[in-house]
């Protein structure tokens, strides 16, 4: 059974910082590109960032510089550092993994940024 499991999201103010992780089981981790998405009320869910299994990583324009997303391979982890937030990164955080034939989804973790 696949599961991915999100913890870190959090109250914070504007500014501060917040890392949130994925754990993953059930799929062997190095083979999947593992990426963020957030949604807010109202609007589409959005990719925020995404890694593949060798490393490389691609961001949206709308947090490139701010956010760091590393994964631990050996530990089926992702983790998404988040700095300098904004309100508008208000949103519910998904931990998403992927490949050619499976595409797997976490249940969320709301992230809250006060001005």
């Known amino acids: 059974q696949v599961q991915l499991v999100e913890s870190g999201g959090a109250l914070v103010q504007a500014g501060g910082s917040l890392r949130l992780s994925c754990a993953a089981s059930?799929?062997?981790?190095?083979?999947?590109?593992m990426g963020w998405y957030r949604q807010a009320p109202g609007k589409q869910r959005e990719l925020v960032a995404a890694?593949?299994?060798?490393?490389?990583?691609n961001y949206a324009d709308s947090v490139k510089g701010r956010f760091t997303l590393s994964r631990d391979n050996p530990k089926n982890t992702v983790y998404l550092q988040m700095n300098s937030l904004k309100v508008e990164d208000t949103a519910t955080y998904y931990c998403?993994?992927?490949?050619?034939?499976?595409?797997?989804w976490g249940q969320g973790t709301q992230v809250t940024v006060s001005s």
């Open positions: 890694i593949t299994g060798g490393g490389r990583t």
């Open positions: 998403n993994a992927r490949n050619d034939w499976w595409d797997y």
């Open positions: 059930g799929i062997i981790f190095s083979s999947y590109v």
